[in-house]
């Protein structure tokens, strides 16, 4: 009977994995007239279940049945917006959830962050201004 689950099992994975690559969760760059790209960025949830048993027969012989499902769901979340050196997080979802909201404020803290230390060191070596 394991054999017969794990082939099951097997081949539901292998549908999934054929399904939701990388591809699925960051899409193919989109380019605009004004140099813009647009990089689309998607949510992949997906679930699956199996299962099986054997079967006690009159004859010497096993009869197995079993089945197994799978279910995807793939969620636009948002687009990375690349325009020259500068990336943005556009949401496309109204209520982004907590993680959401750091990835996109992660740029402009790491901006603020260097721009701190820029400022420490031209306070400490003010010949280096004149």
């Known amino acids: 009977m394991s054999e017969n689950i ?4 097997g ?13 699925t969760i960051i899409g193919d760059p989109i380019k ?14 997906y679930g699956f279940a199996s299962g ?3 079967f006690p ?5 096993e009869l197995f049945g079993g089945g197994g499902g799978a279910g ?3 969620t636009p979340i948002a687009f990375l917006v690349v325009s020259g050196d500068s990336v943005k997080v556009m949401h496309i979802d109204t209520n982004p959830n907590s993680a959401d909201k750091v990835v996109a404020m992660l ?4 901006d603020r962050v260097v721009g701190l ?7 400490s070596n003010p010949e280096a201004n004149q």
């Open 6 to 9: 794990q082939g099951i099992m």
């Open 11 to 23: 081949v539901t994975m292998d549908k999934i994995k054929s399904m939701a690559s990388a591809d």
């Open 32 to 45: 605009t007239e004004n140099g813009i790209t647009l990089i689309p960025v998607s949510k992949v949830s």
């Open 52 to 54: 099986g048993s054997d």
């Open 57 to 61: 027969t009159k004859v010497n012989g």
């Open 72 to 74: 995807m769901s793939i």
């Open 107 to 110: 740029p402009d803290f790491f």
């Open 117 to 123: 230390f820029k400022k420490e060191k031209d306070e």
